[in-house]
């Protein structure tokens, strides 16, 4: 196993899936042509060394993804790591050393910086709100609003930021939604119905009134998600579960709001912002010595 598949996969990261993913950025980003800029102005046999450097503080996440993009566009590209993913960093310093032939490095720049600056935005947003709600005993869970084909890699940022995963797919975990009870006729119905046909799944029940909350504590639900609850609402559905089950506050949660929200006792804040409105850390790659 070489360096970067112990990297990928020490993040938790499949590496045949990550090595997939950036021959598919990298074709759309050459669309079945060359590199024209860089054929036209670098020399074939032209070397050098380039770093990747933070222009903003932030948190750091994709470092090994970004050295696989590097790698797969020539064998003789080496990356090294100066910083760790989950790392706070800040604006100047050096995270990524790129050395080898210099327009294969130029070719995956942009790819390559793309998902770093991406990533690192996920994660330094939920670092932000996991500082928010410090010492509560609240936990920040991301969503499954995630780009498509990019989920895997987001929810590895969210956990560089220090929050926690909640579920990768509609296959590994069953989440009751109002449009389920509104089919099954009932919170009761919809819990029975998905016990019944997955009876050794995870399964939350999404709960808009306390009334809800009460009726999935009965059908014997363990994780409870209310939706839309203000901040004494989410209190009073602490008191009525009374540790009977996990609660998570979801909708309409903003950093302003986060430990007023945390501090009602609930177990998680479901923030979908994490993934779908994370502004990217500005990280830049200069060329700083070629011969």
Known sequence: MTNLQQDLTAAGLDPDAVRSFVAAALAEDLAGGNDVTTAATVPPAERGRADLVARAPGVVAGLPVAAAVFSATSPDVQCTPLAADGEEVHGGQRLLTVSGPVGPILTAERTALNLLCHLSGVATLTRRWVNAVDGTGASIRDT?????????????AVRCGGGVNHRMSLSDAALIKDNHVAAAGSVGAAFAAVRSTAPGLPL????DTLDQVAEALT?????????NFDVPELAAAVRLADGRALLEASGGLVLANARSV??????Y??????????????????LVDAS
Request: net charge negative; proline share 4%.
């Open 262 to 267: 945390a501090e009602t006792g609930v177990d």
């Open 144 to 156: 499954r609003k995630t780009l498509p084909g990019l989920r895997a890699l987001e929810k590895y």
């Open 219 to 227: 059908a014997g639900a363990d994780l409870i998600l209310l939706d």
């Open 204 to 207: 939350e029940v999404e709960c």
């Open 269 to 286: 804040l479901a923030v979908g912002a994490l993934t779908h409105s994370a502004p990217a850390l500005d990280i830049g790659l200069d």
